[in-house]
């Protein structure tokens, strides 16, 4: 193997593990900032789904108005 070919795998193996422990912080939003309620379940018609997005597990993000 080239040189270059091993900084290169060396550089994306580091990355790699970089991005891998700061998953959690590379998605700031929570469902409270977007002002929504988890709800189990479904959400109310009026309300948009944002998918588990900070909320427990079986619980859903509803958020009733997004701007």
Request: hydrophobic share 45%.
């Amino acid at each position: 193997m080239k040189p270059q070919s091993i900084l290169i795998l060396l550089v994306l193996v580091v990355l790699a593990l970089h991005c891998k422990e700061n998953e959690a912080a590379s998605f700031p939003w929570s469902c409270a900032s977007l002002s929504g309620v988890c709800r189990q379940g479904v959400c109310l018609p009026s309300e948009l789904y944002f998918g588990p997005l900070g909320c427990g597990k079986g619980f859903l993000c509803c958020v009733s108005h997004f701007l």
